[in-house]
């Protein structure tokens, strides 16, 4: 890509889908109008609503891609997620700014956000409740049993009247190596704020684009 953004952080791995709950640093000025992120939907992008255009809740990604982990976290079960693993709070170092990604294990993926002019009744407490979606390619657990996705709810983190957040995928088990298109979404009620997908592609499909990036 033609600029990288470095940024450490910790985040909650779900299942081996990631899913940090918790509030994120505010984004600054270069980083929110960089690498191919606006506030309007693009193709395959995020969902977002632009100024003026609209009441309610407004959603803007400020960064996405690959990621690496510089600790990795805890691995345990969990019940909300479709693999039934989640790892806790890994740290983990943006490294690129991409929508493919290679289908390599321990690659980690994903994308921050922030949700703001969130309605006065939502804050007045601590969190507010959200909804997230993962859909991704079809793949078959251990146990036979096949999955698509998983769809729950979960509490955000209010701070100066937003939230911010991470959302994502790490690649853990080979089962979880499947190509295709990974659509993350977050919901406020019955309003979609976020989507953004990536695809899940071969690793010397994933080189041929970042070289193509670079010219």
């Not at 891609?65 to 079960?77: D, E, N, P, Q, S």
């Not at 490294?95 to 969130?118: A, C, E, H, N, W």
Request: glycine content about 8%; proline content about 6%.
């Amino acid at each position: 890509m033609k600029r990288v953004i470095l940024l450490v952080f910790i985040a909650t791995l779900a299942g081996c889908d990631q899913a940090a709950d918790t509030g994120m640093p505010e984004p600054q000025d270069s980083t929110a109008g960089s690498a191919n992120v606006a506030d309007t939907e693009r193709p395959g992008g995020s969902s977002e609503t632009p100024d003026g255009q609209s009441e309610g809740p407004r959603a803007h990604v400020f960064q996405f891609g690959l990621y690496k982990a510089i600790r990795k976290g805890k691995v345990g079960t969990s019940t909300e997620t479709n693999t039934g693993k989640v790892v806790r709070k890994p740290k983990l170092e943006h490294v690129s700014m991409t929508d493919r990604i290679p289908l390599v294990k321990d690659t980690y993926f994903g994308y921050q956000y922030r949700l703001f002019k969130l309605p006065p009744e939502a804050l007045v407490k601590p969190f507010i409740e959200l909804r997230k979606v993962l859909v991704h390619p079809e793949m078959t657990l251990p146990d036979g049993s096949r999955t698509t996705g998983w769809d729950r709810t979960f509490k955000g983190r209010v701070e100066t009247r937003q939230v911010m957040g991470f959302d994502g995928y790490a690649f853990n088990e080979d089962y979880e190596l499947v190509e295709g298109d990974w659509i993350f979404q977050i919901w406020y009620q019955d309003k979609k704020l976020i989507e953004r997908k990536f695809v899940s592609v071969q690793p010397q499909q994933a080189q041929a684009a970042k070289e193509s990036d670079k010219e």
